[in-house]
Nanobody
Framework: QVQLVESGGGLVQAGGSLRLSCAAS????????MAWYRQAPGKQRELVAT???????TYTDSVKGRFTISRDDAKNTVYLQMNSLKPEDTAVYYC????WGVGSWGQGTQVTVSS
C-alpha cells in the first residue's frame, strides 16, 4: 500500500499558472507509472498526463503545450506544471501511481480557473 499526498491546487485567473505536487510514501523507483487525472463537476474522471520510469510522457490533447508532467524519484514525487490555464481546466486533480500493476490514488486537489 502506498499513500499519496497532493498539494498545490488553488484559485487562479485564466492565463495563470499552478504547480501540483504528489508525494508518495514509498520509493518512486518501485513505481512504473505516475499520472495525473482530473474530474470536473458532472463529468467523468479523465487522464491528463503520465510519466513512466525513465521519463517517457503522454498528454491528453487538450493540455499539450500547456502542461508538463515530471517526476523526481529522489523525492518520490510527481509534478504537474500547468501554464496558460483556462476555465475549462477547472476540476479536482488526482494523482495516481501504478506499482506492479496495482493503482493507488491521492485524495485530490481542487484547481479553479476564473475567467
Amino acid at each position: 500500500q502506498v499513500q499519496l499526498v497532493e498539494s498545490g491546487g488553488g484559485l487562479v485567473q485564466a492565463g495563470g499558472s499552478l504547480r501540483l505536487s504528489c508525494a508518495a510514501s514509498r520509493s518512486a523507483l518501485s513505481i512504473s507509472i505516475m499520472a495525473w487525472y482530473r474530474q470536473a463537476p458532472g463529468k467523468q474522471r479523465e487522464l491528463v498526463a503520465t510519466v513512466a520510469r525513465g521519463g517517457a510522457t503522454t498528454y491528453t490533447d487538450s493540455v499539450k503545450g500547456r502542461f508538463t508532467i515530471s517526476r523526481d524519484d529522489a523525492k518520490n514525487t510527481v509534478y504537474l506544471q500547468m501554464n496558460s490555464l483556462k476555465p475549462e481546466d477547472t476540476a479536482v486533480y488526482y494523482c495516481k501511481v501504478v506499482i506492479w500493476g496495482v493503482g493507488s490514488w491521492g485524495q485530490g486537489t481542487q484547481v479553479t480557473v476564473s475567467s
